[in-house]
């Protein structure tokens, strides 16, 4: 916006200087009013004008629009721009100055233009239809003597041979053989004299107590060793004190 500014300033001290010209023979003056104004007062309007046009904010944005379009080469879209600010301010330079520079453009840009060759359209053509498929003759094989193949002789099952494995002979049991020596006598339980002996094994002294329970003999032995302790037995097996008391009654 300030850019414009300076522009609109420029253009206006410019618009002073040929004011203070004559005017006779000069096709691009603003209005016909102009000729018959005299330097003094073409410099005043001039510098109201310029005030008037920096506040003028629709004037401002019809000439940033046109800018616009003429930076994205749409010249008539910028040229109609231009012509609607000169008609809001019609003694403004700056939109004369720039709608002259368009028409030059446009003028221009058609000149060249017509002077192109001009391109032919693109004709589309249909595809052309497939050619129809060509019967293919079918080959039939004539022969004149036609061989018969020969058919394979089937061949007779052979008869099954079943071999049986001979049994096995029968264990051999042989009797378990006889001890030469004789057996020893067992003496049972029940022929054990119930009572008490006093015996030695080594250096312990042992007390055996038979006495009868559930109507057999049942062996009871105290175990005295020299180094003071003493071990209960029961049949052979390691029993308590106690239970050794309570058996004998002691």
């Not at 749409?74 to 012509?83: H, I, P, Q, S």
């Not at 004789?182 to 008490?196: H, I, M, R, S, W």
């Not at 250096?203 to 032995?221: F, I, L, M, Q």
């Amino acid at each position: 916006m300030s850019g414009l500014k300076y522009h609109i300033s420029l253009v206006a001290i410019i618009l002073c200087c040929a004011w203070a010209l004559p005017v006779h023979g000069q096709p691009d003056v603003l209005t016909d009013e102009f000729s018959k104004l005299s330097a003094k007062e073409r410099a005043r309007i001039a510098k109201e004008e310029e005030q008037n046009a920096a506040t003028d904010a629709p004037f401002q944005a019809l000439m940033a629009s046109a800018e616009e379009l003429f930076r994205a080469k749409d010249f008539d879209g910028a040229l109609e721009r231009y012509k609607e600010a000169r008609a809001r301010r019609p003694l403004n330079v700056y939109p004369k100055v720039k709608i002259q520079d368009l028409q030059a453009l446009i003028a221009k840009r058609d000149a060249e233009q017509a002077a192109a060759p001009p391109v032919e359209p693109l004709v589309e053509v249909p595809p052309s239809a497939p050619e129809p498929a060509r019967p293919v003759p079918a080959v039939v094989d004539v022969r004149s003597d036609p061989v018969t193949p020969p058919i394979a002789q089937q061949e007779l099952p052979k008869p099954e041979v079943r071999v049986t494995p001979p049994e096995p002979p029968p264990p051999v049991i042989t009797p378990p053989k006889a001890d030469p020596r004789p057996a020893k006598a067992t003496k049972p339980a029940a022929e054990l004299k119930v009572g008490e002996r006093v015996y030695k094994e080594g250096r312990s002294v042992v007390v055996e107590t038979v006495t009868p329970e559930d109507g057999r003999a049942v062996v009871y032995k105290k175990v005295s060793h020299p180094w003071g302790d003493e071990n209960y037995f029961r049949e052979g097996l390691p029993i308590s004190e106690r239970a050794y008391r309570v058996a004998l009654g002691k």
